[in-house]
């Protein structure tokens, strides 16, 4: 069972625009939502999180917008530029074990830039 | 801060071969997650460990797969008898139980391939 589904699998930008990624989960009970960045070789990277008391979330380019009743978030990338090409994954959580967050993936967006 | 280690950064092995894959955590950490990427299916966590003890192992494939955790500084996951199948890049993260913000830190991967 895929509990967080991610769209779209690609996407091409031109420099300057904006890019989107969006996200829809299940599980009601997930209290936590970060993106994560991957660039081609390296680990995950924390981006940017939100949790579901605010409705968006904004961290210079990169902003998450939070529908909590329809069960979605987003990621906004605003003036793309090519350094930003990399893999991105949305990520949703709940405290689990008494002590800490246990991550469930979406299967990642390919970003692409073009200078 | 040397952040999470991970050892061998690629192997390649032949399929019956036991391979064993390594991580160091980052100091003062008290939980550490092993995941394993694939195109196919993505991120998926197969075993988390808190303070030392595994707490969630449902991601683990099968039997053949095994995860130690005999300190705060060290985790292995073993995969014996190999097969092609479990060629992908496995990652290992750590993070520090925080409830406000509880983010996990990649390793840089092992690139495994069984031939």
């Known amino acids: 069972q895929q509990q967080v589904k991610q769209s779209p699998q690609s996407l091409i930008v031109q420099k300057g625009g904006i890019s989107i990624i969006n996200c829809a989960y299940e599980?009601?009970?997930?209290?936590?939502f970060p993106w994560y960045q991957q660039f081609p070789g390296k680990g995950p990277a924390l981006l940017i999180a939100?949790?579901?008391?605010?409705s968006e979330k904004k961290e210079g380019r990169f902003t998450i917008s939070f529908n909590k009743s329809a069960k979605q978030f987003s990621l906004h990338i605003m003036d793309s530029q090519p350094g930003d090409s990399a893999t991105y994954f949305c990520?949703?959580?709940?405290?689990?074990?008494?002590?800490?967050?246990?991550?469930?993936f979406g299967k990642g967006t390919l970003l692409t830039v073009n200078p | 801060d040397a952040g999470v280690i991970q050892s061998p950064r690629h192997e390649v092995t032949e399929m019956g071969q036991e391979v064993t894959l390594r991580c160091k955590p980052i100091?003062?950490?008290?939980?550490l997650f092993w995941y394993r990427q694939t195109m196919m299916r993505g991120l998926e966590l197969l075993i988390y460990?808190?303070?030392?003890?595994?707490?969630?192992d449902s991601g683990m494939p099968e039997d053949r797969f095994s995860a130690k955790m005999p300190n705060a500084s060290f985790s292995t996951l073993k995969i014996q008898p190999s097969e092609p199948r479990d060629s992908a890049v496995y990652f290992c993260?750590?993070?520090?139980?925080?409830?406000?913000?509880?983010?996990?830190?990649f390793g840089p991967g092992t690139r495994l391939t069984v031939t």
């Open positions: 939100i949790r579901p008391d605010v």
């Open positions: 993260a750590s993070s520090l139980f925080d409830r406000d913000s509880p983010r996990q830190y």
């Open positions: 990520a949703a959580s709940y405290e689990s074990g008494g002590s800490n967050y246990k991550l469930t």
């Open positions: 599980n009601t009970a997930f209290d936590y």
């Open positions: 460990f808190n303070n030392n003890v595994p707490i969630d």
């Open positions: 100091s003062g950490h008290n939980s």
